[in-house]
Nanobody, 121 residues
């Protein structure tokens, strides 16, 4: 089993910055892909950014240039640096990972519990 724990969500003023973190733990064998999604109330989760084991990144078109995803493979940690935050960035942000474990060699999808980001003056 794999656990994903996010942190870093906060209340920030428009124009400000935040860095979200997600630590993956458990009997992890390989993390193939990690990603951040966000969800507005009553809406489906949408991809913010993703990064593969080969550090290939992908961003939602509307967020390119403001958000940066990165990962620390040695510590199974995912980051999201968010700059120039806008009120419309207010949402719950979820960590997502595709992993295999020493118990289950198949690739499985895991989700964190989410961290809340509020952008408001």
């Amino acid at each position: 089993q794999v656990q994903l724990v996010e942190s870093g969500g906060d209340l920030v003023q428009p124009g400000g910055s935040l860095r979200l973190s997600c630590v993956a733990s458990g009997s992890i064998r390989t993390i193939y892909r990690m990603a951040w999604y966000r969800q507005y109330p009553g809406k489906q989760r949408e991809l913010v950014a993703s990064i593969t084991i080969d550090t290939i990144t992908r961003y939602a078109d509307s967020l390119k240039g403001r958000f940066t995803i990165s990962r620390d493979n040695a510590n199974n940690t995912l980051y999201l640096r968010m700059n120039s935050l806008k009120p419309e960035d207010t949402a719950d942000y979820y960590c997502h990972a595709v992993c295999s474990t020493y118990v289950d060699p198949n690739q499985r999808v895991y989700w964190g519990q989410g961290t809340q980001v509020t952008v408001s003056s």
